[in-house]
C-alpha cells in the first residue's frame, strides 16, 4: 500500500503517512472499551486535525495493524486499500452523517464514490414483487448512469446489485461486516465478483468484530446504512416491514439532507405506517419512475 499524502484540509501538508500505521490505530481504538461510532466520533470532534494514530501507542497500532492484514491473509483478502479521514480521498459527503468514521477499508474501483449515486435498499425477506421491483428501479438508474450502491444483505439489496451488473452497470456494495468476512454467506460470489469489478466498502473494524459474539457484531448493519446514505444524493426504499432496518437508513438520508424516495407500493400496504410518517417529513412517494428523475433533476 502506498503511502497518502495529507490533503489540503489537513493538519500538515508536507509529511506523509503510514496507511498501515493508521489501520492499526483504527483497531486499537476500537478495541478500548465500550468504543463505539458516537465514542470515537466525539473523540475525534474535540481534536478536529487529529489522525487516529495520534490517539494510539505506535507500538500499539503496529501490533494491530500485524494482527488485521494476518486475518485478511487468512481470509484471502490480498488486495485492499484505505480511506482516512484527512488524508488522499476521502470523500468529504461522509462528514454529513451523525457520527462519521475515520477510515474506511475498501477493494476496487475507488473512483466509483465520485459519480452520481443513488442507493436501494428493503427487505432481507424481500416478497418477489419487492425483487422485481428493485432490479427495475435499479436497471432505471444505471441506464440514467447512476451509480447503484446498496449494502449486499439478501432480498432487495441482491436484486439491486445482480440487476446492476446484469445491465452492465456501476454498483458499489457497503458491508455490515469486515471485508475479511461475507454476510449472507450465499453472497459470497456477488461480494467477490464486485470487489473484483466494481467496489466494495467496509467501516466495520476487522479485530473488534473478530472478538465479539454475533448478537454484538449485528449492531454494525444500521451504522453501514448511514455511511451508504452520505455516500448517495438519494435513497429508494423498495419495501420495509415496520420494524426493518431500511428505517435507519432513512432516517440518516433526511438528517443528512439527502432525498428519500418510497415507492407507491410501500404506502397501499394497510399494516405499515412508516411510510405516511416519512413523507410527512420530507420522502418523496414514487407512482412511476418519472417521480425520481424529476427530484433529481
Known amino acids: 500500500m502506498a503511502l497518502l499524502a495529507y490533503s489540503s484540509d489537513g493538519p500538515a501538508l508536507a509529511a506523509p503517512i503510514s496507511p498501515r500505521r493508521e489501520i492499526g490505530a483504527y483497531e486499537a481504538l476500537w478495541l478500548e472499551q465500550d468504543a463505539t461510532f458516537k465514542t470515537l466520533a466525539e473523540r475525534f470532534a474535540k481534536d478536529p486535525t487529529a489522525l487516529p ?3 494510539v501507542s505506535r507500538s500499539a497500532a503496529d501490533a494491530c495493524a500485524n494482527e488485521v492484514f494476518l486475518i485478511f491473509a487468512k481470509a484471502g483478502v490480498s488486495r485492499f486499500g484505505v ?8 470523500p468529504r459527503k461522509l462528514r454529513d452523517a451523525r457520527y462519521p468514521v475515520e477510515l474506511l477499508y475498501y477493494q476496487g474501483a475507488w473512483e466509483l464514490t ?3 449515486a443513488v442507493a436501494v435498499v428493503g427487505s432481507r425477506k424481500a416478497s418477489p414483487e419487492g425483487v422485481k421491483r428493485a432490479q427495475q428501479v435499479a436497471r432505471a438508474l444505471v441506464q440514467r448512469d447512476f451509480t447503484v450502491v446498496s449494502g449486499l444483505a439478501e432480498g432487495i439489496d441482491t436484486a439491486a446489485h445482480t ?3 446484469a445491465e452492465n452497470g456501476r454498483t458499489i456494495a457497503v458491508l455490515g461486516t469486515p471485508l475479511s468476512s461475507v454476510y449472507p454467506a450465499a453472497n459470497r460470489a456477488l461480494q467477490n465478483r464486485i470487489a473484483n469489478e466494481q467496489l466494495v466498502i467496509s467501516q466495520v473494524p476487522v479485530l473488534r ?14 451504522e453501514r446504512n448511514v455511511t451508504m446514505s452520505a455516500l ?6 423498495v419495501e420495509a416491514g415496520e420494524t426493518s432496518g ?3 437508513h432513512a432516517r440518516a438520508a433526511l438528517n443528512q439532507g439527502r432525498k428519500l424516495f418510497i415507492l407507491n407500493s410501500c404506502f397501499l400496504r394497510p399494516n405499515l405506517t412508516w411510510p405516511a410518517k416519512f413523507a410527512g417529513e420530507g420522502a418523496i412517494r414514487v407512482r412511476t419512475i418519472d417521480d425520481i428523475w424529476a427530484a433529481l433533476g
Open 114 to 116: 465520485e459519480a452520481r
Open 232 to 237: 448517495t444524493e438519494a435513497t429508494v426504499i
Open 246 to 248: 431500511t428505517l435507519a
Open 163 to 165: 440487476a446492476a451488473l
Open 83 to 90: 480511506r482516512i479521514n484527512h488524508a488522499g480521498d476521502y
Open 53 to 55: 494514530s495520534d490517539m
Open 209 to 222: 468484530y473478530a472478538r465479539q459474539a454475533p448478537p454484538q457484531n449485528r449492531l454494525f448493519f444500521p
